[in-house]
């Protein structure tokens, strides 16, 4: 298990952590949290504000091949992938690599790439339908905090069983107080969120064998 720095995200500015904190009411946080067109396509107060294709996942796609050695033969499963955009760039920056997705909104998956109908499914993160072993890398992206501490510990061994040893997740966190209270400002949907440390001593109890980062506000 180790700490691996591939994604790089864009910081948000002091105008757009207040303008959230502002906007963000009980309705809002119920609204966001359904994970529905509201989210992913209505106003920025509930979530992306328009989450269209524009390849910004490349880069980590082409990363991701690099550090885990994928190839053509390869087959790689994407936790919370939304619209499937880095499904989508997975296959195009490794062709014939197989990648799947799964999500819990059905807006999502009827909203995917053309490139990958039939490729992102509806399933839970905690009881992937899928067999033991069966993707050489499983990968989350800002997902695994949108469940509780107890479902988290659920689907990292969902993420274990249907893996081969290799998975990268990426999870909310914080170093210092400021960053928590920026945090806490600007997030919709998150259930838990935590200090590194203790992210590390939830990965320890769940028995976590692949590798993660962090996302900081």
Not at 63 to 69: A, T, V
Not at 183 to 192: C, E, G, I, M, R
Not at 194 to 216: C, K, M, Q, V
Request: charged residues 30%; contains cysteine.
């Amino acid at each position: 298990m180790f700490e691996k720095k591939l994604l790089v995200s864009s910081p948000k500015t002091p105008s757009e952590i207040s303008e959230r904190k502002i906007s963000k009411t009980r309705q809002t946080l119920k609204t966001a949290r359904k994970f529905d067109y509201y989210y992913f396509d209505g106003p920025r107060k509930y979530g992306y504000g328009g989450y269209s294709y524009d390849g910004r996942w490349r880069k980590l796609a082409r990363k991701l091949i690099q550090e885990y050695s994928l190839n053509s033969q390869s087959i790689v499963l994407d936790i919370g992938c939304a619209k499937g955009f880095l499904v989508k760039d997975l296959m195009l920056e490794c062709p014939g690599l197989q990648a799947f997705g799964v999500d819990i909104s059905k807006y999502a998956v009827k909203h995917v790439e053309k490139e990958v109908i039939g490729r992102v499914h509806l399933a839970n993160a905690i009881e992937l339908p899928f067999a033991d072993s069966a993707f050489d890398l499983v990968i989350s992206i800002n997902t695994l905090h949108n469940l509780t501490r107890k479902k988290i510990k659920l689907a990292l061994s969902e993420i274990n069983r249907v893996g081969s040893g290799k998975s990268y997740i990426v999870v909310d966190s914080y170093f210092t107080p400021e960053q928590k209270k920026r945090f806490k400002d600007w997030v919709l949907t998150a259930k838990y969120h935590a200090y590194p440390d203790e992210w590390l001593s939830l990965f320890r109890e769940a028995n976590y064998l692949g590798d993660y980062d962090w996302t900081i506000v």
